[in-house]
C-alpha cells in the first residue's frame, strides 16, 4: 500500500478523536547555494533493509541520508542494491514533517524503483524545485564542458562534477540548468548521462559529437541548458532561461469569455491565448513556438468581468488581472479545451514577460454542466438493454473494452458517441451486456504530463468491480445474484426523530477477525454480520436493546490499499505472537514481518466510490454481483438486530491522481475533479489527492453516489470524512437530494437518513477561501451534523496537537491531578478549566 506520512492535522485529530513539442522544465539551478538547505536528506522506504537500516520507511535511519554538495547545491548518494522492486520517497531532517515524493510532489506517492539486477544506484536530491531522481528510472543528464572549473568544478570535461545536474521535476524529458556562474569567455558544452563521460552528447544528439559553443559576454549573465531525452540534443541559450512555463497552471479560464491571471494588466502589453490540437507548443527564451492563437483584451475588473456569480465562485481569484476573449472566439472553445493552451504577456517591445497554462474548470462547468447534470452516468439498465455514459468534455476519442470475464480474456471495443451539448460519451447495447466488464479507453491531452495520454481506465461510477479493481462490472441490481433472500421486504428498525441518533463506530474487518464464534471463512468479512448468533452480533442486539441506534462502519466502499488476493496476502501469525511474553520487545517485529502485506487497513485511501471493498467480501464472491450481494446482507443482518447502517465516505480526496495506476478522474477529465494550488498542482492538506467539490461535475458525483448508496444498497446515514473541505453548496445539495427520496418512489424514506461529518476548518479551504465551506460555523440550519471538538477535548484533555498527558474532565483534570499536569497548571487553574470544560460538556450533550 502507499505509505504516506505524516498525517495531516485533520487525519491526526481524526485519529484521536473520541467522538466516533514538450514544454521545457525551467526550474533554476545551483546559482547561490540557498538558505533553506535542509539539514539532512533521507530516501526512507522498503530499500532500507537492505542497505541496513533496522526497518522500512525510517526516515531517521543515518544509512539512507544523502551527502550536500555545496558546489552544487544539490543532495545525493550513491548505494549497492541487489535486485528487487522498491519503493521510496524523500525526507527531510529526520521526520516525515516535510517529504516529498511523485513528481517533486509534497505528500506525494511513492516513487516507484524496479532494480533488474544488482546495481550501483544513485540518488538525486534538489531541495529548490523538490525533485528525487535515480538512476534506474531516469538516465540524469549533466552539463560539462571547458566551463566548469569556473563554475565551482575541480576541472573540465569533469562528468563526475555534479554542479551541471540537470533538473526535470515532471519527468518530461526535457531537462534544464540554469547557471550565472560562469564568467565572460568562449566555451563548449556537452551532456553527460549519469555522470559517464564516455555517454556524452554534443549538438546534434549523436553520442560523442561535436560540443556546442557559446558565448558569455557579462558577468552574472544567465545561461540556459536545454536537453531533450528523446533525441539526445543539448540547446544553450545566452539569453537565459525561457519565462514561465507550460507545464505550469497558474491562469483561470474562468468563463467563456474570461481568464484572470497574476501578471501585471497594461493597455501596453499583449496578452495572447495559445492553443495546439497535437499538444506540440514549444517555448522558447523568444515566447511560444507553434499552434494557432487568439488575442486576449485586458480588463481592470478581474474575475468580476465574467459576472457577479462567477466572481462569487472564485472568491480566492478576486485581485487578479482579467482577461477577455474576442466574442467570435466561442465557437471555437469545444476544439482548444481538447488540445494543449497557454496564455502568454509580452511587454511593448515584444518581449516576453510571462506564459503559464490555464485550469480550466470554471470554463467546462460554464459550457456543459447545464446539460450534463440531467444525464445518468456509469451504467444504466432497463428493459431494453445498458447503457454506459462517462463525461470526457476534453477527450479527443472515448471508446469502451468489453470483457466476458473478470480476467484475461479477449474484448471487444464499442465506439462511444459524444454529445457535444454535455461533454457526455455514450456506448449502448442489449441485455447481454449484464454480467460483462468493461474499462473505458480515453485520448486526452493531459497537462501535467504536458502530451496527448492514452489511458485504459475503469468507470468513476463503477457500482461493481473485479478482483483489485482491474475491470468494471455490469450489474442487475434487481437480479438474485445480487440481492439476499427477503432484501426487497427488508423493515428498517424505528426511529422516531434523527436527534434520537446514537452512534457506535466499528471496523468491518475488526470486527470479527478473531471471533471465534464465526466460521473462520467469514471472519473479517460482509457475512460475519449476517449470522444473529454470533457473540459480536448478539452483542449488537444488546446494544440496540440498550439504545443504540447506529453502527457506524469505517469506509467499505473500494479502497486502494489492500489487495483483494488472499492468496498474494499475508497475514500477522497470532500464534507466534501467543508465544511472546508481555515483557518481549518482538512483537512489533512479528508484527512488521506482514506490513503493507496484510488485509487491514482503515479505508481511507478511497479507490472507486460507488462499489464496495472487495476484500471484505469471502474469495468466492470478490468479483462482480458477490461482493454486492454480501454487502447487502451486512446492511440486513445489522438493519434485522436492531440497528441502522452508516458509511463513512471520503469524498474529499482520493488515493492517486494524474496518469498513477490508481487514478481514475484524472484521465478522464485532467485536472477537473481535483483542487489546484495557484501552479496548477493537486493541494493536499487532507493527506493525499484533495477533490474539488465546489466544481459542478465533482458535486454532482458526490449526490449521485450518495443517493446511489441509500437507494440501491438501503445505507440509512453517511458520516462525511473532513467535510469542511466540502463546499456548504454541495453538503445541502446532498441533504436535499436525500430528502427527496420516499418509500413509495425509492424503497427509502430519507428524510430518516442521518447526515454529519467532520466540520473542521483547515488548509486551502479554510475560512471560506475557496467558497463557503461546511465547516462548524457555516452549518446552522443546514440539517447537516458536525462533530464537537469541544466536547472531545473537555472529555479527553488537551487538544489532538498537545501533550498527551494533559488531563480533562474524564482523565483526572483537578479531581486526581498527574505530577505533569500539576507542573502544567496549578490547583486553582485546574479548578476553573475544569469547571469551563463542564459546561462544554453540558453544552455538548444537550445538542
Not at 499536569?821 to 490547583?827: E, F, K, P, R, Y
Request: charged share 20%; glycine share 10%.
Amino acid at each position: 500500500m502507499s505509505f504516506r506520512l505524516p498525517m495531516s492535522p485533520a487525519r491526526l485529530a481524526l485519529a484521536l478523536t473520541l467522538l466516533a513539442g514538450s514544454p521545457l522544465a525551467t526550474a533554476r539551478a545551483a546559482d547561490p547555494a540557498q538558505s533553506n538547505v535542509p539539514k539532512v536528506v533521507n530516501i526512507p522506504g522498503t530499500l532500507q533493509t537492505k542497505l541496513g537500516c533496522p526497518g522500512e520507511w525510517q526516515p531517521d535511519c543515518a544509512k539512507t541520508y544523502l551527502t550536500y554538495d555545496a558546489a552544487a547545491d544539490l543532495w545525493w548518494g550513491t548505494f549497492e542494491l541487489p535486485r528487487g522492486d522498491y519503493e521510496y520517497k524523500v525526507a527531510l531532517n529526520d521526520t516525515w514533517g516535510e517529504n516529498y515524493g511523485g513528481k517533486a510532489d509534497r505528500d506525494g506517492p511513492n516513487i516507484v524503483l524496479k532494480v533488474p539486477e544488482a546495481s550501483r544506484v544513485s540518488f538525486y536530491y534538489d531541495h529548490k524545485t523538490h525533485w528525487m531522481v535515480d538512476s534506474i528510472r531516469y538516465a540524469v543528464p549533466f552539463v560539462i564542458g571547458d566551463w566548469q572549473s569556473k563554475a565551482g568544478c575541480k576541472a573540465d570535461n569533469d562528468a563526475g562534477c555534479r554542479v551541471g545536474f540537470m533538473s526535470d521535476p515532471l519527468l518530461s524529458g526535457q531537462a534544464a540548468f540554469v547557471t550565472t556562474r560562469i564568467p565572460p569567455g568562449k566555451y563548449s558544452a556537452r551532456v553527460a548521462l549519469n555522470g559517464n563521460a564516455s555517454e556524452a552528447y554534443g549538438a546534434d544528439g549523436s553520442k560523442g559529437g561535436a560540443p556546442v559553443a557559446f558565448e558569455v559576454k557579462d558577468a552574472g549573465q544567465e545561461i540556459f541548458f536545454g536537453y531533450d531525452a528523446a533525441t539526445h540534443k543539448l540547446v544553450v541559450n545566452t539569453e537565459g532561461a525561457p519565462k514561465g512555463s507550460l507545464t505550469k497552471s497558474s491562469a483561470y479560464w474562468v468563463s467563456p469569455d474570461t481568464l484572470v491571471w497574476a501578471v501585471t494588466g497594461s493597455p501596453k502589453y499583449t496578452y495572447t491565448l495559445h492553443w495546439d490540437p497535437e499538444a506540440k507548443l514549444e517555448l522558447t527564451p523568444k515566447g511560444v513556438v507553434g499552434g494557432e492563437r487568439l488575442p486576449l483584451e485586458y480588463t481592470s475588473a478581474g474575475v468580476a468581468a465574467a459576472g457577479a456569480e462567477v466572481a462569487a465562485r472564485f472568491p480566492h481569484l478576486s485581485g487578479l488581472s482579467g482577461f477577455r476573449l474576442p466574442e467570435d472566439a466561442r465557437a471555437k472553445l469545444p476544439q482548444i479545451l481538447k488540445s494543449q493552451i497557454a496564455v502568454s504577456v509580452t511587454d511593448e517591445k515584444g518581449k516576453l514577460i510571462d506564459i503559464t497554462s490555464p485550469q480550466i474548470a470554471g470554463v467546462l462547468d460554464a459550457l456543459y454542466s447545464g446539460a450534463a447534470a440531467k444525464m445518468a452516468l456509469g451504467p444504466t439498465l432497463d428493459a431494453s438493454g445498458v447503457s454506459l455514459r462517462v463525461w470526457a468534455p476534453t477527450a479527443r476519442s472515448v471508446g469502451v473494452r468489453l470483457f466476458d470475464q473478470a480476467l484475461g480474456g479477449a474484448s471487444t471495443s464499442v465506439t462511444m458517441t459524444l454529445d457535444p451539448a454535455s461533454g457526455v460519451w455514450t456506448a449502448n447495447g442489449d441485455r447481454s451486456w449484464v454480467g460483462k466488464y468493461y474499462l473505458y479507453e480515453v485520448e486526452v491531452y493531459t497537462p501535467r504530463e504536458g502530451k496527448i495520454v492514452r489511458s485504459t481506465v475503469t468507470d468513476p461510477y463503477s457500482i461493481g468491480l473485479s478482483m483489485n479493481s482491474k475491470r468494471s462490472a455490469i450489474l442487475d441490481l434487481s437480479s438474485v445474484e445480487t440481492q439476499p433472500s427477503g432484501w426487497a421486504g427488508l423493515k428498517k428498525p424505528a426511529l422516531a426523530s434523527l436527534s434520537d441518533a446514537v452512534v457506535y463506530e466499528l471496523h468491518i474487518r475488526d470486527f470479527s477477525a478473531i471471533d471465534a464464534s464465526v466460521p473462520a471463512e467469514r471472519r473479517g468479512t460482509y457475512l460475519a454480520f449476517t449470522d444473529p448468533n454470533t457473540a459480536g452480533m448478539k452483542h449488537l442486539r444488546a446494544l440496540a436493546e440498550a439504545g443504540l441506534t447506529f453502527v457506524h462502519l469505517l469506509p467499505t466502499f473500494d479502497i486502494a490499499s489492500v489487495n483483494e488476493d488472499p492468496a498474494q496476502r499475508s497475514e500477522t501469525n497470532r500464534a507466534a505472537l501467543a508465544r511472546l511474553g508481555p515483557a518481549s520487545d518482538a512483537q512489533q517485529a512479528e508484527i512488521a514481518k506482514a506490513l503493507d502485506k496484510d488485509a487491514f487497513n482503515w479505508g481511507y485511501d478511497p479507490y472507486h466510490f460507488n462499489a464496495p471493498e472487495g476484500s471484505y467480501a469471502t474469495p468466492d464472491a470478490i468479483d462482480g454481483a458477490g461482493r454486492i450481494k454480501q454487502f447487502r446482507g451486512m446492511v440486513q443482518g445489522l438493519n434485522q438486530v436492531g440497528l441502522r447502517v452508516v458509511m463513512d465516505v471520503v469524498y474529499n480526496h482520493t488515493s492517486q491522481s494524474g496518469t498513477e495506476e490508481k487514478s481514475v478522474f484524472d484521465k478522464i477529465v485532467p485536472g477537473y475533479y481535483y483542487r489546484l494550488n495557484n501552479e496548477g498542482r493537486v493541494e493536499r492538506s487532507t493527506c493525499c489527492e484533495n477533490t474539488a467539490s465546489e466544481n459542478a461535475m465533482m458535486g454532482k458525483f458526490i449526490t449521485d453516489s450518495v443517493v446511489f448508496w441509500a437507494r440501491a444498497h438501503k445505507v440509512d446515514g453517511f458520516r462525511f470524512d473532513l467535510m469542511g473541505h466540502h463546499m456548504l453548496a454541495n453538503m445541502t445539495q446532498v441533504r436535499a437530494a436525500l430528502d427527496a427520496l420516499t418509500l413509495e418512489k425509492d424503497g427509502v424514506d430519507g428524510r430518516k437518513i442521518l447526515l454529519y461529518g467532520e466540520g473542521w476548518n483547515f488548509g486551502e479551504v479554510e475560512n471560506n477561501r475557496r467558497g463557503k465551506n461546511a465547516a462548524q460555523l457555516n452549518l446552522a440550519g443546514s440539517g447537516i451534523g458536525s462533530f464537537n471538538d469541544r466536547l472531545r477535548d473537555a472529555v479527553r484533555g488537551g487538544n489532538p496537537f498537545d501533550d498527551r498527558r494533559l488531563q480533562g474532565f474524564a482523565t483526572g483534570l483537578f479531581t486526581a491531578p498527574s505530577a505533569y499536569q500539576t507542573s502544567q497548571l496549578d490547583l486553582a487553574g485546574q479548578r476553573a478549566r475544569l469547571l469551563e470544560q463542564t459546561d462544554w460538556i453540558k453544552l455538548g450533550l444537550a445538542g
